[in-house]
Structure formats: C-alpha cells, structure tokens
Nanobody
Framework: VQLQASGGGLVQAGGSLRLSCAASDSTFSPGNMGWFRQVPGKEREFVAVIRRSGGRTYYADSVKGRFTISRDNAKNMVFLQMNSLKPEDTAVYYC??????????????????WGQGTQVTVSS
C-alpha cells in the first residue's frame, strides 16, 4: 500500500492550507490515520491522528484549535485542515497509517505506512 500526500505549499502567517492523503489500495482500512511533521535536524513530530473506530481525533498541543483532521473511510483518504498557520508550523508533513493501540498513537514507530511528505512553508 502506498500513501500519496498532497496540498503543501507556501502561505503567509495566519493563512490556511489543506493537506490530503490517499491510499493506493481501496481495501486498506487501518485503525489509525494521521499526520506527522519534521524539520531538518529534528525527530518526526506527531501532529494529529484520527481513529477508524468512532472517528475520535487527537492533536498535538501545538496545533489544537487550529488544525482539524478528518477521514473519508470510503475513499481511504485523510485530510488535515490547517488554519491560523504560524512560521513554526513550517515542516515537511507526512501522512501515516497503522493499527497501534491508543497509547501509542503519538509515536512514529507505531505506523507502518508513510506518505512521501509534502512541504509546508509559513512566512512571517
């Protein structure tokens, strides 16, 4: 299964972007689909995840109230609506999929499938 992320770009602070991620296999149904981000020299950081069962969402504190994750199970897609963007949101954003339990959703090592990354740049 391959994940294809899109939607990154350059935006001014305070602006919005919407990221999309599509799975290549229509029968793929992971328990968790989410987004991580990474800047050079730092570890990949958890951003948000949405669980297939019940659609519960979880966010990093740094993006709560500004980012919204959603999922289209029928199309095997996950989205990240990013509002009120800040320069510190600048990173490569990766979509991810896996089946870890709730306690492990924030750890990148618990995701088996990754998209190729899409660059988000927020200018001040």
């Amino acid at each position: 299964v391959q994940l294809q992320a899109s939607g990154g770009g350059l935006v001014q602070a305070g602006g919005s972007l919407r990221l999309s991620c599509a799975a290549s296999d229509s029968t793929f149904s992971p328990g968790n689909m989410g987004w991580f981000r990474q800047v050079p020299g730092k570890e990949r950081e958890f951003v948000a995840v949405i669980r297939r069962s019940g659609g519960r969402t979880y966010y990093a504190d740094s993006v709560k109230g500004r980012f919204t994750i959603s999922r289209d199970n029928a199309k095997n897609m996950v989205f990240l609506q990013m509002n009120s963007l800040k320069p510190e949101d600048t990173a490569v954003y990766y979509c991810a999929a896996g089946n870890t339990v709730l306690s492990g959703i924030g750890l990148s090592r618990n995701y088996n499938y990754w998209g190729q990354g899409t660059q988000v740049t927020v200018s001040s």
